[in-house]
Every structure is written in C-alpha cells, then in structure tokens.
Nanobody
Framework: EVQLVESGGGLVQAGGSLRLSCAAP????????IGWFRQAPGKGRKGLAC????????YWSDSVKGRFTISSENAKKTVYLQMNSLRPEDTAAYYC?????????????WGQGTQVTVME
C-alpha cells in the first residue's frame, strides 16, 4: 500500500510554531482528500483538519481552529499543517492519511507519524 510521509515534528515551547509536512509522491494528488490526525499518549486518534480539491479546507477540531492552518502545494504533492500558538495539550504523534473525500470514514495510506512535543 502506498504510504504518506510526515515530517516537521519536534520539540517546541508553548506559544511557538511548527509546520508539518505530508508528502504523497505516488498519489494522483488531486483525486484524494488528505487529513491530519493526532494521537496523544493514552488517548484515541483525533481528526484535526482535511483538505481536498472538492471540499477545500475543513477543520474538524474546535481546539485547533484559528491556530492551525492546512494547505497544499499540488506541484510538490505535499500537504502542510501550520501550527501556531502551540499548547502543551497539542503534544501528540501527528499523522496524515488519504481518503476519497473529507467526510469519508475510510482513511488509508497512513504515514508513520511525526512527534510534536510542546513544553510548558
């Protein structure tokens, strides 16, 4: 199965910023929705945002609205998640995945994840 590749995680102080990247070099990029998810230790996976040519940008989580921005660069087959005003509760492993549309319940091609740690 084709996998997506996340990068850009790291250690940052509260209030700082990070930009995550999700590369999909083997995809016909315009045919898929790309979603960002995260999973904190001991918690379930949570959907954050999604982007597709048909749906535009959608933010599923109220906790990230106004702080996180999802965008895509089709020529590079890459989706970004710009994260500003980071909080300790944003600490999690962040994943991207592909679906046919943003409102799908079926997501595949999960990447390996990238860790984000926000210090107080």
């Amino acid at each position: 199965e084709v996998q997506l590749v996340e990068s850009g995680g790291g250690l940052v102080q509260a209030g700082g910023s990070l930009r995550l990247s999700c590369a999909a070099p083997e995809f016909t990029f315009e045919n898929y929705a790309i979603g960002w998810f995260r999973q904190a230790p001991g918690k379930g996976r949570k959907g954050l945002a999604c982007i597709s040519s048909s749906d535009g940008s959608i933010y599923w989580s109220d906790s990230v609205k106004g702080r996180f921005t999802i965008s895509s660069e089709n020529a590079k087959k890459t989706v970004y998640l710009q994260m500003n005003s980071l909080r300790p509760e944003d600490t999690a492993a962040y994943y991207c995945a592909a679906g046919l549309k943003c409102n799908t319940s079926v997501w595949g091609s999960w990447g390996q994840g990238t860790q984000v740690t926000v210090m107080e």
